[in-house]
C-alpha cells in the first residue's frame, strides 16, 4: 500500500459523497426510490472517507496535525448536512451549495497542509 493507493480509494470516497449530495436535489420531488440510491451514495462516500483517510494518514506517517483533526470535524459537517436535509430542518439547495464550500475548503487543507 502507498500513499497513491490511499488517494486513489479516497477519491472514490470523494465522487460517491458528492453523487449523494447532487442526488438531494432530488429530494424535493418525493421520490422515494431515488431518496435511497442517493442516501447510500452519500453513506458509502463518507465510510470510504473516513477509512481511506486513515489509511493515508497511517501510510503517509502524519499523525494528527491540525488539517487532518479540521478534515475529521468537516467529515461530521458532511454528516450533519444531510442528516438535516431528510429531516426537513434545512433546504436541500442550502445543503448542496454548502457542502461545494466544505469541500473546497477540505481539498484546500489537504493539498496545501497550512497548519
Ligand atoms: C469530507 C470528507 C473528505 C473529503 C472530501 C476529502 C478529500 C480529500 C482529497 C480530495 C484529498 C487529496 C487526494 C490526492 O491528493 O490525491 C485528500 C487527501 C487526504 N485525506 Fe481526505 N477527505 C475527507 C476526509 C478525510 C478524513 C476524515 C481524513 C482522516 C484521517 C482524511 C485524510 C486525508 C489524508 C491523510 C490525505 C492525504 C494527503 C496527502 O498525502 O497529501 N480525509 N482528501
Known amino acids: 500500500m502507498t500513499i ?18 447532487g442526488g438531494l436535489m432530488a429530494i424535493g420531488e418525493n421520490r422515494s426510490v431515488i431518496n435511497k440510491i442517493v442516501a447510500s451514495f452519500h453513506g458509502a462516500g463518507l465510510l470510504i472517507l473516513l477509512i481511506t483517510g486513515f489509511m493515508a494518514q497511517g501510510v503517509g506517517k502524519y499523525g494528527f496535525p491540525g488539517w487532518i483533526i479540521t478534515k475529521l470535524i468537516l467529515w461530521l459537517a458532511m454528516v450533519f448536512l444531510f442528516v ?11 445543503a448542496v451549495i454548502i457542502s461545494a464550500v466544505v469541500g473546497i475548503v477540505v481539498v484546500y487543507l489537504c493539498k496545501f497542509k497550512p497548519f
Open 84 to 94: 438535516m436535509v431528510k429531516k426537513d430542518k434545512l433546504n436541500a439547495k442550502t
Open 4 to 21: 497513491v493507493h490511499a488517494q486513489f480509494f479516497h477519491l472514490i470516497g470523494v465522487i460517491f459523497l458528492f453523487i449523494g449530495f
